[in-house]
């Protein structure tokens, strides 16, 4: 619910009314979202604060104060402390904020709010079971890259078929081309997703699962791009 909530508000901070509409809808009936929204995927956990923590940037129209960057910094971390795999998106998340020339001591309030929501959530308790902070982190990424081809090895275009089957064609190759024709005017919502997108599609370990985060995102930038696509259209075809 709160991922359908403020990836309504995002949409139409950034369009209209009618392609919110269709975002919010799309986010709360897309035959996965409900099967999955109830199952224990911290693949689906960690989705709200990341939603949450692009739209306290969205919502001053990409301009941060005090206060929203540092629950900016505590959002991903929470998001992180859910599903580790995160940090690249809050990796893209600062690119993103640094190509939309946010003032350099809010980045700085996103960083801060980050480690110490995450040094709360998980440092402290890996230093009273094992003596020192982020040890599970650690321990999680070294597995992973020491198993990296063991299992769920897959083609490198894995995830796009699934992206694509997930959202159903026709409309999700107008979803797709929606959501790369907006790289440059949308950075808080591509670069983010585009980061993971590119190190799953990477990484030899491929589960269908790992990509769940992003999809919120790609629907929500893919509405936007797709309402552009079929507007700038119906323009050249009064003209004509």
Aim: charge should be positive; hydrophobic fraction near 55%; charged fraction near 15%.
């Amino acid at each position: 619910l709160l991922t359908v909530y403020y990836g309504f508000k995002i949409a139409y901070k950034k369009t209209n009314l009618k392609v919110a509409s269709w975002v919010g809808l799309a986010l709360s009936l897309y035959w996965f979202f409900p099967f999955l929204s109830v199952r224990n995927l911290v693949e689906i956990a960690c989705i709200p604060p990341m939603v949450i923590a692009t739209w306290l940037v969205v919502k001053n129209d990409n301009k941060l104060n005090i206060k929203d960057a540092f629950l900016v910094g505590l959002m991903l971390a929470l998001a992180f402390s859910f599903r580790f795999q995160t940090v690249i998106f809050s990796a893209g998340f600062g690119l993103a904020l640094l190509l939309l020339r946010v003032q350099f001591k809010y980045l700085v309030l996103v960083v801060v709010g980050f480690l110490v929501t995450a040094f709360v959530t998980l440092g402290i308790l890996d230093i009273y079971v094992w003596g020192k902070p982020f040890v599970e982190f650690m321990a999680y990424v070294q597995y992973n890259l020491d198993n990296a081809t063991v299992y769920g090895v897959d083609v490198w275009h894995m995830y796009f078929s699934i992206v694509l089957g997930l959202l159903i064609p026709p409309l999700s190759i107008l979803l797709f081309t929606g959501y790369l024709k907006n790289w440059r005017k949308e950075p808080l919502l591509f670069w983010t997703t585009a980061l993971v997108f590119a190190f799953h599609t990477y990484f030899p370990n491929k589960q269908e699962r790992f990509i769940l985060p992003i999809v919120p995102f790609i629907i929500i930038l893919g509405f936007i791009g797709a309402y552009q696509i079929v507007t700038m259209y119906e323009k050249k075809k009064k003209k004509w």
